[in-house]
């Protein structure tokens, strides 16, 4: 019998309650233990929980009792996750959890307390909920050079912008109706600017390259300034918009890695990824391109993510499982302005067509004019070819100088 | 250093060897160990390989050497691969394979013996080539109750079937293409009459349920009966055709477990999966669905993953990785004759049309007529409600006693 204790009993904590309960026998088979849950950490009373008895508001229970060995830090935010996480490290019990935001954020440091101490730090469940990624880039393609990673890594931002898509609805109300459904909160900013999905690049970027990438290093765009034209022209374009998380590794060792909307082909994996659903593509030089698909959050699917790292670090009590990054600063990650691709502009000019058409060729160098139905008439919109962000930048500041109004500028993927 | 041994170097074999080579710093990080190749058995000579020294064609060489801890078995078929794997295994040397023929015939026994020498018996590779489904299953889902798994299984039969589908190739000039691109071989009938798959979805039944499931007691269809009329038919219906290898645990813990060509609604995850791409949706009670997607055969995806089991081996050379199921007889199975589900039916009558409906009626209930572009006068199409099996057939034979001809019967998948 190992002792187990779960600290928060929010939608993911109350999930790995019920999780742990319902499934007592299958999980012992697969521990080749019996789990049982010692404490749930609450600062909330939960007096009618069929667990009543094991709640407590003292961290200090569970830090010092030798017979808890794993830790479920399902509490979410920096802090004090941090401080417990570190403190039951030190104390040599394993901790797992779904909190993305202190992985991506302190990941490097706690996994190097958790090796000096004998202990685990898995985190399955802090990206793609209960689809398992984690494990299979790190065991799976443990014999493949990974190229590129790019997903769909968070659930609310694609609800929207499936439903701007599908039902031409505004951004203001798929995110109220996401906000009604549940999938977004009353405050969405880490949702809808990308803060979220640039944790879970980070954490999987760390993971792959082996060296921690801080989100502070990391180009994040949100998608609250896409519009339904925007749409309608990558439509025309022969895709759809969707908030893309992607790494690449360079020739020179650095990455290349942002969180922003991109226009997508209608005929690629993670153009039909929809709702609330995750999808992220793993290209290996080995295996090619491997799509994982799945919910990305929900209280039960993230839950049993937790839990299979219970069961892992279980059967692992003695034995490490091999999962590590080391420290790293900004300098593997390439600076923004200086990765390149083609871009995607929208602009509203009284300048006559012919001569705005040359000043952006000029600018620009050819580029594809896109068309839609019922476009304003000094409204247009196209696609460049490839160029360097900081050239593009310099193209948009002389239209702008010339009185043009940008209305749009997205990337253009190559997914 | 570890020494291991690759026992055959055809497609898969050569495509371990070249991974093994050209990931050495890599493989040597994740493995804790350097791994170096020892042997690489084969009946036939390669003097102009540069691995021309390690070739033997006596299997003694290797299962007498006590330096090789790990082998990689990657011959195909079931002799001798079956009585090489068990001498390996008996000498407490660890298997890692690609080849599901075997671990679909002889599974519980080979894990068993691993068990019994404390050996490992890997398998990664057998299903999806590329795609990671084993590992996933068996520890990320750990906390899960897996109602069921569905998959195309197989990239030969996805690609006839996507040419017919896209491109109104018939089924033979898509086969021949297929065996002219190397996507199929010179005798095809493992692939088109559903064997292989048949092989894998018994592998994940097995791995899932904890209990073998033999393929013979498998309902397993191909598609080589599939006509283009079929085709278009089922996308009237608003879907379309694909091989499917299907298990679903029952209230009464039997398995429904059948291969067949299935009619799936567009919006399906797994209609989406095309070419020689494989697609496998494993549904937890706790996850949802997950979907696993990638290319499922060819040298390289299928040798990373062997690859990727020969670092797992070698870094659990003491102890054991938990994959295990026990032996079982047919009685696990649901008889076919008893399952139920719906079915498309396509038939050629002379009777006039009401009299033909009213006995349709008559015999299947409320059925949906499907139309199509220029069909035959005399030809019909519809879709039945869940029905036994037993009594579907009972049905046909009365139509074809009146005298119509059955052209087709395809089951509706309920994905």
Redesign the interface.
């Known amino acids: 019998m190992v002792q187990v204790a779960v600290m928060g009993h929010g939608v993911v904590g109350s ?1 790995v309650v019920e ?2 309960s319902q ?1 007592v026998e ?2 012992a088979k ?3 233990e019996e789990i049982s849950i010692k404490y749930i950490l609450d600062i909330r009373d939960f007096p009618d929980s069929p667990f009543a008895d094991k709640f407590t508001k003292n961290f200090e229970d569970i830090v010092n009792d030798d017979e808890v060995k794993v830790v479920a830090e399902v509490m979410g935010g920096v802090n004090p996750a941090y401080e417990f996480t570190k403190r039951c490290l030190l104390k040599g019990k394993s901790v797992v959890t779904s909190n993305k935001e202190l992985v991506a954020t302190k990941g490097a440091e706690l996994i190097k307390i958790a090796k000096e101490n004998n202990a685990n730090y898995l985190f ?1 469940a802090s990206v793609g ?4 990624i984690i ?2 880039i790190s ?7 990974v190229i590129e990673i790019a997903g769909i890594l968070n659930g609310t931002t694609n609800f929207i912008l499936t439903k701007m898509i599908r039902e031409n609805m505004s951004f203001d109300d798929a995110l109220k109706m996401a906000q009604q459904l549940g999938y977004a909160e009353k405050d969405p900013t880490a949702d809808v600017e990308g803060h979220d999905a640039c944790r879970k690049i980070c954490i999987l970027a760390s993971l792959t390259y082996g060296k921690h990438v801080y989100p502070e290093f990391v180009h994040t765009k949100g998608i609250t300034k896409i519009a339904l034209e925007d749409v309608a022209y990558a439509a025309s374009w022969g895709g759809v918009i969707k908030l893309i998380g992607q790494v690449k590794k360079l020739d020179d060792d650095k990455l290349d890695i942002t969180v922003e909307p991109m226009f997508i082909e209608k005929n690629s ?1 993670l153009a ?1 990824v929809d709702d609330v659903f995750n999808g992220i593509l793993v290209r ?12 990305g959050a ?1 209280k ?2 993230t ?3 937790v ?2 790292d ?3 670090c279980v ?1 692992h009590l003695k ?1 490490r499982k ?1 999962l590590y990054w080391s420290d790293s600063t900004d300098s593997i990650v390439k600076p923004y302005e200086e990765t390149s691709y083609p871009v995607y502009i929208r602009l509203e000019s009284a300048i006559d067509k012919q001569t705005l058409t040359e000043k952006i060729k000029a600018l620009f160098g050819e580029v594809k004019f896109l068309a839609k139905a019922n476009a304003p008439e000094n409204e247009y919109s196209f696609v460049t070819g490839e160029m360097v962000v900081a050239e593009q930048q310099n193209a948009i500041d002389e239209l702008e100088k010339n009185g043009i109004k940008i209305l749009s500028v997205i990337r253009i993927s190559d997914l």
């Open positions: 999930g999780v742990l499934h299958s999980i697969r521990a080749k399955e909920g209960g689809i398992p494990r299979p065991q799976c393609l443990a014999a493949n050079d994996q039909n290996g030089d080995s295996t090619g391109d491997v799509v994982f698909y799945g919910k929900g039960l699917p839950a049993s993510a839990v299979a219970i069961i892992d059967k034995a091999y």
